[in-house]
């Protein structure tokens, strides 16, 4: 358990760094067209290994459960990915790192819905401070809250879809994931996603919308299509076999605090109170969820 859930804060620290990451190439990449790229080569890299390893798990997906990968596919890849991308071609990057807290909110609220997983009293209060930490984040990172969301708003709009779009990955996937290896459903998802975003980066390519390559461009497509979609997906789905969802998206609130970081480090962005005080309640209430793993 505690090493998924060590898994589980080293995935979102990497996931934080795709945002500025993401902006980067979409000066150069179409947010569709980049959404597809990053799909086909985590397709490329893991379809091939589900293939090799299907002899460990000779079960075959359910027609439930292949109903699942595809919408896991369809809403958690390509409808996430597409969402993202709009959203911060038309917001920033800030604030896309800091409204991925929807993705908890909406798995903490809806896995006792849908999964039946509830958290325990003092995974609730941990899960609090995590949240409480996070929003405090945020509300940093938007100084003069309304000033800064209006000219924004379309975009961060997107941005909260696709946090609903993230979350629901995870919830179609839960079951999936409790019979299959993460290998699998991993690389059967993405290749789902990649064929979903087949139509909408033949529309933008027929709109006029060509890639520029550069050298950056290359190596941020490469980064995000290996280390945050095939590489980073598959440690979430290894946790996600281990860790109840709800708890699972407790981790997902150090992504706005690493994002906070990476903009006073690159950025140059001031140090608050809001930062200290909402990093230090995430940082506490990670280190009690982990602790009590360890516990059992």
Same mark, same amino acid.
């Given at each position: 358990?505690?090493?998924?859930?060590?898994?589980?804060?080293?995935?979102?620290?990497?996931?934080?760094?795709?945002?500025?990451?993401?902006?980067?190439?979409?000066?150069?990449?179409?947010?569709?067209?980049?959404?597809?790229?990053?799909?086909?080569?985590?397709?490329?890299?893991?379809?091939?290994?589900?293939?090799?390893?299907?002899?460990?798990?000779?079960?075959?997906?359910?027609?439930?459960?292949?109903?699942?990968?595809?919408?896991?596919?369809?809403?958690?890849?390509?409808?996430?990915?597409?969402?993202?991308?709009?959203?911060?071609?038309?917001?920033? $990057?800030? *604030?896309? %790192? /800091?409204?991925?807290?929807?993705? #908890?909110?909406?798995?903490?609220? !809806?896995?006792?819905?849908? +999964?039946?997983?509830?958290?325990?009293?003092?995974?609730?209060?941990?899960?609090?401070?995590?949240?409480?930490?996070?929003?405090?984040?945020?509300?940093?990172?938007?100084?003069?809250?309304?000033?800064?969301?209006?000219?924004?708003?379309?975009?961060?709009?997107?941005?909260?879809?696709?946090?609903?779009?993230?979350?629901?990955?995870?919830?179609?996937?839960?079951?999936?994931?409790?019979?299959?290896?993460?290998?699998?459903?991993?690389?059967?998802?993405?290749?789902?996603?990649?064929?979903?975003?087949?139509?909408?980066?033949?529309?933008?390519?027929?709109?006029?919308?060509?890639?520029?390559?550069?050298?950056?461009?290359?190596?941020?497509?490469?980064?995000?299509?290996?280390?945050?979609?095939?590489?980073?997906?598959? $440690?979430? *789905?290894? %946790? /996600?076999?281990?860790?109840?969802? #709800?708890?699972?998206?407790?981790? !997902?609130?150090?992504?706005? +605090?690493?994002?906070?970081?990476?903009?006073?480090?690159?950025?140059?962005?001031?140090?608050?109170?809001?930062?200290?005080?909402?990093?230090?309640?995430?940082?506490?209430?990670?280190?009690?969820?982990?602790?009590?793993?360890?516990?059992?």
């Amino acid at each position: 358990m505690v090493l998924a859930e060590l898994v589980l804060l080293v995935a979102n620290l990497i996931y934080a760094t795709s945002y500025v990451v993401t902006r980067v190439v979409l000066a150069d990449v179409g947010p569709a067209m980049l959404a597809l790229i990053r799909l086909v080569i985590g397709s490329a890299i893991l379809v091939p290994i589900a293939l090799v390893t299907r002899r460990r798990d000779p079960r075959r997906l359910s027609s439930s459960e292949r109903w699942s990968v595809f919408w896991m596919g369809l809403l958690g890849f390509a409808g996430a990915f597409a969402f993202a991308h709009w959203g911060i071609v038309r917001s920033t $990057a800030t *604030n896309a %790192a /800091l409204l991925i807290t929807v993705e #908890p909110i909406s798995l903490m609220l !809806l896995s006792p819905l849908l +999964l039946g997983e509830r958290l325990r009293r003092r995974e609730g209060l941990t899960a609090a401070m995590t949240l409480v930490g996070a929003a405090l984040v945020v509300v940093n990172g938007v100084p003069g809250l309304t000033q800064r969301l209006a000219p924004h708003w379309r975009g961060d709009l997107l941005l909260v879809c696709s946090g609903l779009a993230y979350a629901s990955y995870s919830l179609f996937g839960r079951s999936v994931l409790l019979r299959h290896s993460a290998i699998a459903v991993t690389a059967w998802s993405i290749a789902w996603g990649a064929v979903a975003m087949v139509p909408l980066a033949v529309l933008e390519w027929a709109g006029g919308g060509r890639p520029v390559w550069s050298g950056q461009s290359l190596a941020g497509v490469l980064y995000l299509s290996v280390v945050i979609t095939a590489l980073g997906y598959l $440690a979430w *789905n290894y %946790a /996600l076999e281990r860790v109840p969802a #709800p708890r699972a998206a407790i981790f !997902l609130n150090v992504q706005p +605090l690493a994002g906070a970081v990476l903009g006073i480090v690159w950025l140059g962005e001031p140090l608050t109170v809001f930062t200290v005080v909402g990093g230090a309640l995430i940082l506490t209430g990670l280190t009690l969820t982990v602790k009590a793993g360890a516990m059992g």
